[in-house]
T-cell receptor
Framework: GNSVTQMEGPVTLSEEAFLTINCTYT??????LFWYVQYPGEGLQLLLK?????DKGSNKGFEATYRKETTSFHLEKGSVQVSDSAVYFC??????????????FGSGTRLLVRP | KAGVTQTPRYLIKTRGQQVTLSCSPI?????VSWYQQTPGQGLQFLFE???????NKGNFPGRFSGRQFSNSRSEMNVSTLELGDSALYLC????????????FGQGTRLTVV
């Protein structure tokens, strides 16, 4: 079945450092890909998405490019802030039947940014 | 536009009891999905409802059930609670098509004692 693999955390960075969180996927067809972020005690917030190969999603300084040839969707940010400390989830949309879609999530990567 | 609202935020129940969680989706969204989040298993799909019909179901026992009303609000029910049902239950609202994103509520934290 379809699956998502994320790098193990936690990732600890100093403020203004460059961030990369690796995400690879296994899927039949061409799923949409997403990054969600979860702050302590909260639900998931959509960070960015890409719907087809070579699409780049971006939001709040975060970027990720849908790479079909390497089945990857790595999250990057040029300069992290303390407020970016959270858990980040990579996900794909998995089709079931004629029209239903569900999200398949990676295990999450905790990011801790120190001042 | 109001976001996804889940109630209650926190629940404590005893083993063997049953519980009902509620989710109000974003206005205009017809699809509601439920996910269970635990430290050990991560985020797992429970089921999806679209226009009052269950379209998709995850790999959970029959103790987990749900429904959707004509106004798209959804409830999920867990009967005969077990300690392992302790989790954060998240509801996601979307338009129900492939490329549309899902918007999540803040979740209901269920603790079974």
């Amino acid at each position: 079945g379809n699956s998502v693999t994320q790098m193990e955390g936690p990732v600890t960075l100093s403020e203004e450092a460059f961030l990369t969180i690796n995400c690879t996927y296994t899927a039949t067809g061409y799923p949409s890909l997403f990054w969600y972020v979860q702050y302590p005690g909260e639900g998931l917030q959509l960070l960015l998405k890409a719907t087809k190969a070579d699409d780049k999603g971006s939001n709040k300084g975060f970027e990720a490019t849908y790479r079909k040839e390497t089945t990857s969707f790595h999250l990057e940010k040029g300069s992290v802030q303390v407020s970016d400390s959270a858990v980040y989830f990579c996900a794909l949309s998995d089709r079931s039947g004629d029209s239903s879609y569900k999200l398949i999530f990676g295990s999450g990567t905790r990011l801790l940014v120190r001042p | 536009k109001a976001g996804v609202t889940q109630t209650p935020r926190y629940l404590i129940k005893t083993r063997g009891q049953q519980v009902t969680l509620s989710c109000s989706p974003i206005s205009g969204h017809r699809s509601v999905s439920w996910y269970q989040q635990t430290p050990g298993q991560g985020l797992q799909f429970l089921f999806e409802y679209f226009s009052e019909t269950q379209r998709n179901k995850g790999n959970f026992p029959g103790r987990f059930s749900g429904r959707q009303f004509s106004n798209s609000r959804s409830e999920m029910n867990v009967s005969t609670l077990e300690l392992g049902d302790s989790a954060l239950y998240l509801c996601a609202s979307s338009q129900g098509q492939k490329n549309t994103e899902a918007f999540f509520g803040q979740g209901t934290r269920l603790t079974v004692v």
